[in-house]
């Protein structure tokens, strides 16, 4: 059974930065492609940021050159670090497989973009 646990998030103002982080026990996340994704009040959960295992990247246009999404291996963990933040990146961000079957979803960890 694969456990996922975000963390990182918190309150921060627009224009600043947060850096989440993602760890996993039971599998190694570099063995499969890990994506983060987020979820806004009323809204569905959406892809936001992909890693293969080789380790390219990609971004939903929404957040293409603010966020950077990287990975560990060491210590088997994803990282999701969020620059010039606006307040319409504020939602519960996740971590998980891009590929269907998904694990089981964390708890997520709530980022909220404020003034």
């Known amino acids: 059974q694969v456990q996922l646990m975000e963390s990182g998030g918190g309150l921060v103002q627009p224009g600043g930065s947060l850096r989440l982080s993602c760890a996993a026990s039971g599998s190694m996340l570099n063995s499969v492609p890990m994506g983060w994704y987020r979820q806004a009040p009323g809204k569905q959960r959406e892809l936001v940021a992909s890693?293969?295992?080789?380790?390219?990247?990609t971004y939903a246009g929404s957040v293409k050159g603010r966020f950077i999404i990287s990975r560990d291996n060491a210590k088997n963990t994803l990282y999701l670090q969020m620059n010039s933040l606006k307040p319409e990146d504020t939602a519960v961000y996740y971590c998980?497989?891009?590929?269907?079957?998904?694990?089981?979803w964390g708890q997520g960890t709530q980022v909220t973009v404020s003034s």
């Open positions: 890693i293969t295992t080789g380790g390219a990247t």
């Open positions: 998980n497989k891009i590929f269907i079957p998904k694990w089981s």
